[in-house]
């Protein structure tokens, strides 16, 4: 198993501006998976991030928009850049894809 | 493309009712399937997780089943508790591309 924290839990921010989502894992793993959910939807994958390596972006989903560094096996981060209100959701990580971190709920004005 | 569907979306059941949830996917071709539950704040807690190979899994008052052939799996509740209250996930884990589909979930509300 695997114990994973984010930070922050919430954030309300306004348009245009960025947010920096910091995943911790307790121990250390290959692959961290960054997922989103949007009001009422499913989770969608945006990206896995392999230490060392660039991000796999899935189709819908930009580094430039959701910029993603992996600087060592227990932590990552996903930036949402330049935010519309289309962007408020909860963006999970994730290890293995079965354990999940608490979530940061966003909110854009 | 793999979809996943929950019906309903929410459900409310007085307490110590046995319940079921049901998901269904449209591609049969899957590794494993997984339920979730998601409480607010707390992320995704992994319930069940069944191999494509398996009928069934178990896990204290729950049960899941899965029929791969007819793209159905449910989630059997037994003796319902106000603290079974939230939502519940169906994940697919697809062959043709290996990636996990998410349902958008049950909302469970089990009233006291």
């Known amino acids: 198993s695997a114990v994973i924290s984010q930070k922050p839990s919430r954030d309300i921010c306004q348009r245009g501006t960025s947010l920096t989502i910091q995943c911790q894992v307790d121990?250390?793993?290959?692959?961290m998976f960054w997922y989103r959910q949007q009001p009422g939807q499913s989770l969608t994958l945006i990206a896995t991030?392999?230490?060392?390596?660039?991000?796999?972006?899935e189709s819908g989903f930009v580094i430039d928009k959701f910029p993603i560094s992996r600087p060592n096996l227990t932590f990552s981060t996903l930036t949402v850049s330049n935010m519309s209100p289309e962007d408020s959701s909860i963006y999970l990580c994730?290890?293995?894809?079965?354990?999940f971190g608490p979530g940061t709920r966003l909110t854009v004005l | 493309k793999q979809e996943v569907t929950q019906i309903p979306a929410a459900l409310s059941v007085p307490e110590g009712e046995n319940l079921v949830l049901n998901c269904s996917f449209t591609?049969?071709?899957?590794?494993?399937l997984q339920w979730f539950r998601q409480d607010p704040g707390k992320g995704l807690t992994s319930l069940l997780l069944?191999?494509?190979?398996?009928r069934e899994q178990t896990s204290g008052r729950l049960n899941a089943s899965l029929d791969k052939s007819s793209g159905r799996s449910t989630l059997y509740i037994a003796a319902s508790q106000p603290g079974d209250s939230a939502t519940y996930l169906c994940?697919?884990?697809?062959?043709?591309?290996?990636?996990?589909?998410f349902g958008k979930g049950i909302t469970l509300s089990v009233r006291p």
């Open positions: 994730s290890v293995g894809e079965q354990f």
């Open positions: 121990s250390q793993v290959t692959m």
């Open positions: 991030a392999n230490q060392g390596s660039e991000a796999t972006y």
């Open positions: 591609d049969s071709a899957i590794y494993n």
């Open positions: 069944i191999q494509s190979s398996q």
């Open positions: 994940a697919v884990r697809t062959q043709r591309d290996s990636k996990l589909t």
